[in-house]
């Protein structure tokens, strides 16, 4: 039976390291950001789900089957002006929660981007002395190799950044003439249909 794989020391240091980021990062900063936490952490649980639909079973089966003197809200405007308003806010607290989701993940795309950069110029400064040692050795077919050349050239950022804004925009317009076509035709069809009998 093959050994489980262990985890160094390093690795472990590493997880723990990310964890207690992570931690710090999910504290709520402000008032705001605590109650809408608390909200949202509630509000997407069963027990939440439970007990509505608990209060509605018991508050449409009070003012359908009780006698009329009894029913407090027979017509249920405001059991729909409650849950209007419930709606309303909830709403406004789930988009509180996403707005700080976003910005955490926002932090963590720029960690990850600074990261990428770090591996590739390391990663290039290995590919440097691996052809000087290749040419101290006399391996000049391998330190001349095409492929290698290219890689060992240090990526030009803005220029990566500028062909992916480029393919980008070419996305955004093939998009949108695929939309523009779209309508156009459904005008077509909405103009060669044959229209109803007018009253």
């Known amino acids: 039976m093959p050994d489980k794989p262990t985890i160094t020391p390093h690795v472990r240091k590493n997880i723990e390291s990310i964890a207690q980021f992570e931690q710090e990062l ?18 997407g649980t069963a027990r939440f789900l439970s007990a509505h639909a608990a209060l509605f079973a018991f508050w449409l089966a009070s003012n359908h089957f009780l006698p009329e003197r009894l029913r407090f809200d027979p017509t249920l405007t405001y059991l729909q002006v409650w849950a209007g ?8 607290f789930v988009l509180m929660n996403q707005n700080r989701q976003g910005r955490l993940v926002e932090h963590w795309s720029h960690v990850s981007l600074q990261i990428g950069l770090l591996t590739e110029q390391e990663m290039t400064k290995v590919l440097q002395l691996q052809q000087k040692i290749c040419d101290y050795l006399g391996l000049r077919q391998t330190a001349s190799d095409p492929q290698l050349a290219q890689m060992v050239k240090p990526t030009d950022v803005e220029a990566l950044v500028a062909e992916v804004g480029k393919a980008r925009a070419a996305d955004e317009e093939l998009i949108a003439e695929m939309e523009g076509a779209v309508r156009a035709k459904e005008e077509r069809v909405a103009e060669t249909a044959p229209k109803g009998e007018e009253r």
């Open 26 to 43: 999910q504290k709520p900063r402000t008032p705001a950001d605590r109650l809408s936490a608390a909200v949202c952490g509630f509000a």
């Open 85 to 92: 308003l419930e709606a309303l806010f909830l709403s406004g």
